[in-house]
């Protein structure tokens, strides 16, 4: 575990300097022989060294945020800075977060290491093929992907081609593979049929990797995949295929999870990387339960919004794993809720307060679906921009002081009055000052430790399946009802029959809005969520509901991040945003 900066011979946290990646694990206990360097800067941890630690009990902090804007939130900086404070005030702190697709950092996104002053490093690495987990995730799903259709080539297996579920993938955005013909060139191309890629973070491998608790784990979730079905409508697994082992091999030494560290020395462990808005949307369960082994408070971000990562991590991963949080930290930035109520990107650097009140039923709505949904004590953290003025900050802390008011009066009317508490808001200058600008934080956030929540799920498991995904669009998004496609509706009946009806649901839809169109801000009501696919993910553990336009595989925009990324002489990497 690691041990207190006030009274052991950790890195040092009073200047921006990093350390030598063996002295970073020295300072958590991993034995040097535990540590598998990728030279001085990363290394991964020995999964049988993990295995062998007592059972976790540091406390758990999620981090979240209001739904994601162009102007952008800042989940993974805040977290980084917040580890950061916690470290500056004597608390040992271990992040445990995901690992950026380079679809992404080419794209739009860019990079996902955390900015300014709170960043995890060494940056490029780690937002580029850093230790090779994406290419093994990528490699075993194609692996797969070629087994299938050898099988069919050679009649092997009774396979259905019309039923594959298998899609080919890859960790780049490129819309033009999507959906493609395969098997074309005669008797020598094997096959013909229609399929597709989807990008790595979105796989099912990815998912499952994501889940395991261990190798043997790992091996029995890849086992379990459903590749599609016989001509008589039954199952047929990579465990029928015979090469669970295959795929167990090739994903062997990425199950060990990377470890790096912050620009101030703090640990961070980061692996795995399933987007939120079409995948599960959380970094490893290894990972977490890592964090929470090594450290006193562990720190961990959920991707997008609290209606997609939050969601997830409380009715998928948690429901899975167990772990729950002990607190819910809720990001918001003044630009981002001034883009909510309506204010155009242009104007986001000026004074307006009007706008600012238009977008505060966002967070309003993530704050209480917390608290309500999923039993949580939620902080309000504000990342600070230099061009927010006192009287917006004074606005948020204006609205969240009225809505703890009335959740406090409603707990008093029910339960006693004291038992319910403020929810506080606390501004944040961890960009420009590292953790010392997160000290606040820090401090609200122990405060806040001492009371921990008492995590609830949106649905229990016996609940049919179409009526699991009504209780998340209804509780969670502030829908009227989500609307399946007559497939839909048939591939819910068929997995019901087959067993698979106590499985939870992972609803794939915009990252930018509660309801499924990405144009509508703040918190709307009364809206529909159609269900226009199902896809069975039975080595992780759900069931994947696809809605609107979503995709699994998306495009680059028009002008990618990848036309700003220049490499000097030296070897140096610019350009990754």
Do not use: W
Not at 284 to 291: E, K, L, N
Not at 330 to 354: C, F, I, S
Not at 360 to 376: A, E, M, R, S, W
């Amino acid at each position: 575990m690691l041990k207190s900066p006030q009274t052991d011979d950790l890195p040092c946290i009073d200047s921006f300097r990093t350390h030598p990646i063996r002295d970073v694990a020295s300072a958590l206990g991993i034995p040097e022989e535990h540590v598998l360097r990728y030279g001085n800067d990363k290394a991964k941890i020995d999964l049988n060294y993990l295995e062998s630690l007592p059972a976790a009990k540091a406390q758990l902090v999620l981090v979240t945020a209001i739904s994601p804007t162009p102007a952008g939130e800042g989940k993974t900086t805040l977290s980084i800075g917040l580890a950061d404070g916690l470290r500056r005030i004597g608390v040992g702190a271990v992040m445990a977060l995901r690992e950026p697709s380079m679809g992404p950092v080419f794209g739009i996104k860019g990079g996902a290491t955390g900015g300014g002053k709170a960043q995890i490093v060494p940056s490029t690495d780690i937002n580029l093929h850093f230790t090779g987990d994406f290419a093994a995730i990528a490699e075993a799903n194609n692996l797969l992907a070629a087994v299938v259709d050898n099988a069919l080539h050679f009649n092997t297996a009774a396979i259905d081609p019309r039923t594959i579920r298998i899609r080919r993938a890859m960790d780049m955005n490129d819309r033009a593979l999507r959906d493609v013909v395969i098997g074309l060139g005669g008797r020598l191309g094997g096959v013909t049929r229609e399929s597709g890629f989807d990008i790595t973070a979105a796989s099912q491998i990815m998912a499952t990797f994501c889940m395991a608790t261990s190798l043997a784990d790992l091996n029995k979730r890849l086992g379990r995949i459903v590749v599609g079905s016989d001509y008589d409508g039954n199952d047929v697994t990579v465990e029928d295929l015979g090469i669970a082992g295959a795929l167990t091999a090739v994903l062997r030494d990425a199950l060990a999870p990377n470890l790096v560290q912050s620009l101030e020395g703090t640990p961070a462990i980061v692996h795995g990387g399933p987007f939120a808005n079409i995948a599960h949307g959380c970094n490893s369960v290894i990972a977490t339960q890592a964090a929470m082994a090594l450290g006193e408070v562990a720190i961990t971000e959920a991707g997008f919004g609290a209606d997609l990562g939050a969601e997830k991590f409380f009715d998928v991963m948690g429901r899975q794993s167990g772990i729950t949080p002990d607190l819910s930290i809720v990001v918001a930035t003044v630009r981002a809720l001034k883009y909510q109520g309506g204010a155009a990107l242009a104007d986001l650097e000026n004074e307006d307060v009007q706008a600012l009140r238009a977008g505060l039923p966002n967070l309003i709505k993530h704050v209480t679906n917390l608290q309500d949904v999923f039993g949580q004590k939620v902080l309000v953290a504000i990342n600070r921009f230099e061009a927010d003025t006192p009287a917006e900050i004074a606005v948020i802390e204006e609205a969240i002081g009225a809505l703890s008011a009335g959740s406090t009066a409603s707990a008093g009317a029910t339960a006693g009055a004291g038992d319910a508490e403020a929810i506080r808001v606390v501004v944040s200058d961890h960009f420009t000052q590292g953790g010392a600008g997160s000290l606040d934080l820090a401090r609200a956030t122990m405060k806040a430790l001492e009371t921990p929540s008492a995590t609830t799920l949106c649905y229990p498991d016996d609940m049919a399946l179409e009526e699991k995904a009504q209780a998340v669009v209804q509780r969670v998004y502030g829908a009227e009802r989500a609307t399946f496609t007559p497939a839909a509706k048939r591939e819910l009946t068929r997995l019901e029959r087959l067993g698979y009806g106590k499985l939870p649901v992972c609803i794939a839809k915009t990252q930018y809005s509660f309801s499924t169109d990405p144009k509508v801000l703040g918190a709307p009501e009364g809206f529909e969520v159609p269900i226009r696919e199902v896809r069975l993910s039975a080595g992780a553990g759900f069931i994947v509901l696809i809605s609107g336009s979503v995709m699994t595989m998306p495009g680059l925009p028009k002008r990618p991040s990848a036309c700003d990324i220049a490499v000097a002489p030296d070897g140096t990497v610019t350009g990754i945003h």
